[in-house]
C-alpha cells in the first residue's frame, strides 16, 4: 500500500503506545510499518535529497506534532511513552487525530506560533494546516528544491543549446573532465576545435595517469542523429584508434 501521509499515522502511533510502556523509536517503526502493510522496499524508499528514509521521516514528524500536544513524552532520551492526556484522547475512540483535533490543545497552538514566529512566518495557521496535510516540513523544503532544481536545468539546456560551437566544445572538455577523465583541466584536457571544423573538437586524457588520449568530436545534434543548428540532444563522441564511442549525450 502508499506510504501513509504523516498525519494518517499519529492515531496508530498513539494507539502502539496505549500499554503505558516506554518504546524506542525503532519498536514504533517496526509496529507501523507491519500496521500499514509495508513491504521492505517502501520502507527504504528515500526522500529526494537521499538523506533519510520517507516512512521514517514521517512517523518522526507524527510524533513530533502529537508530543508538542503533549499526548506523548520523552522520560529520556531516546525513548517516549503515553501521557495521561494522550490515554484520555484514546478513550474517546477518535477516528483519527489529525493537526485539527490538535489545535483544541493551547500548548500546541502556542508552540506552533512560536515556531512561525522564529521563522518570522506571518502566515495564518489555515494556510500553514493546509500546506501540512500531506507533507512533512522536510518534504516540502525538499519539493521545493526538486522545483528549483529542474527549472536550473532546464534553464541551463537552453543556454547550451543556444551556446556557440566553441562554448559548446569547452563545456563539454569541461563535464568530461568532472565525470574523472584526468586530473585537472589545465593537466587533461583542452578545447581545440573551432565553428564548423567538423574535425577534433578537444582532446582530453582517459585516466589521471594519461597513459591515454582521447580525441573528441563535440557535435549539437537533433533527435533523428543529424548535427543541427537547432539541437535537440547535445551529443559527444570520441574517437582513439580509429573506434567512436559515446561519453556524454542527452544533455
Not at 82 to 99: C, M, N, S, Y
Not at 154 to 167: G, I, M, V, Y
Request: include cysteine; aromatic fraction near 6%; hydrophobic fraction near 35%.
Amino acid at each position: 500500500m502508499p506510504i501513509p501521509d504523516f498525519q494518517s499515522i499519529m492515531l496508530p502511533l498513539l494507539e502502539f503506545c496505549a500499554d503505558g510502556k516506554e518504546h524506542t523509536n525503532r519498536e514504533a517503526l517496526d509496529t507501523l510499518a507491519a500496521r500499514f502493510g509495508l513491504t521492505e522496499e517502501e520502507r527504504k524508499m528515500m526522500l529526494p535529497s537521499g538523506q533519510a528514509r520517507l516512512f521514517d521521516n514521517r512517523v518522526a514528524w507524527a510524533r513530533a506534532h502529537i508530543k508538542t500536544a503533549m499526548l506523548l513524552e520523552n522520560p529520556r532520551r531516546g525513548v517516549f511513552h503515553i501521557t495521561d492526556r494522550g490515554v484520555h484522547v484514546l478513550r474517546k475512540a477518535p477516528e483519527k487525530i489529525d493537526l485539527h483535533l490538535l489545535k483544541q490543545f493551547s500548548e500546541y497552538n502556542e508552540a506552533r506560533a512560536g515556531n512561525r514566529k522564529k521563522a518570522g512566518d506571518n502566515s495564518k495557521d489555515d494556510t500553514i494546516a493546509k500546506q501540512d496535510e500531506a507533507q512533512t516540513p522536510k518534504e516540502q523544503i525538499e519539493q521545493a528544491y526538486e522545483a528549483v532544481r529542474k527549472n536550473l536545468a532546464r534553464e541551463l539546456l537552453s543556454q547550451l543549446k543556444s551556446a556557440s560551437p566553441a562554448f559548446f566544445e569547452k563545456v563539454v572538455v569541461e563535464v568530461l573532465v568532472k565525470m574523472g577523465y584526468g586530473g585537472t583541466l589545465k593537466d587533461a584536457g583542452q578545447a581545440i576545435g573551432g565553428s564548423g571544423d567538423e574535425g577534433i573538437d578537444g582532446i582530453i586524457k582517459e585516466d589521471r595517469l594519461g597513459l591515454d588520449i582521447i580525441y573528441i568530436q563535440a557535435k549539437k545534434m537533433g533527435s533523428n542523429g543529424i548535427s543541427t543548428g537547432d539541437p535537440e540532444i547535445c551529443r559527444c563522441t570520441s574517437g582513439k584508434e580509429g573506434q567512436e564511442r559515446d561519453f556524454y549525450h542527452d544533455v
